[in-house]
């Protein structure tokens, strides 16, 4: 290819800018992975503060990750790269059309943007340092949230649908590491086994 084939080519590509660490990351890195994106992953070294840089502020001005662009879009927050990505690429499903079952998704959705990241997730960054808090209100959240999903799964494959959806996918990195901020997973063996059909997904990457 010639040097301005080579720069269109790479200015198209998706581009995920990462923290290897994050679960929020880990849900777009695995919604890219099985849907067959290829993408360039462009870590951010937050020790070195490149979150609060100027050019990472420019692309999402709270200073987090993940951030996705893909052409002329960037896009920030975990949620709503893996929808845009389902929505786009997905061809219907990962993210079903029928209204009831689209509804039936997003709860999921939110769930992993409220209890999991209350609960499992905050747990885990407390007990690393990475962040303060209360760890014992956290592993609470933390197994509360868990018994629900266990309680839910427990008639089912996946969370809705029949199939795995994005719902699967944003909920599965944090809960996946429960462990790492002490929250045992071996009392919820629907939400174990629910791990192990994610991780047979043709595409899955690991956390």
């Not at 960037?74 to 079903?96: E, F, H, N, V």
């Not at 649908?161 to 944003?170: I, N």
Request: aromatic residues 8%.
């Amino acid at each position: 290819m010639t040097p301005r084939i080579v720069a269109a080519w790479y200015a198209r590509m998706i581009a995920l800018y990462d923290i290897p660490n994050s679960g929020n990351c880990a849900k777009v890195r695995l919604m890219l992975s099985l849907l067959g994106l290829e993408h360039e992953l462009r870590p951010i070294d937050y020790v070195k503060g490149e979150l609060a840089s100027p050019a990472h502020r420019a692309r999402n001005p709270f200073g987090q990750v993940p951030v996705l662009v893909d052409g002329d879009l960037t896009l920030r927050d975990s949620q709503a790269i893996c929808l845009y990505l389902a929505k786009r690429y997905g061809k219907g499903g990962w993210l079903p059309e029928d209204a009831p079952a689209f509804g039936r998704v997003m709860q999921w959705v939110s769930f992993s943007a409220n209890e999991i990241a209350n609960g499992p997730s905050r747990a885990r960054g407390i007990k690393a340092g990475r962040i303060a808090g209360d760890l014992g209100a956290a592993q609470a959240l933390a197994l509360r949230a868990l018994g629900l999903m266990d309680q839910h799964l427990a008639a089912r494959l996946w969370l809705e649908t029949g199939r795995a959806t994005v719902a699967d996918v944003v909920c599965y990195p944090y809960t996946k590491v429960a462990a790492e901020g002490d929250v045992p997973l071996d009392r919820f063996a629907n939400v174990t086994a629910w791990h192990g059909r994610v991780e047979a997904l043709p595409g899955f990457v690991a956390f």
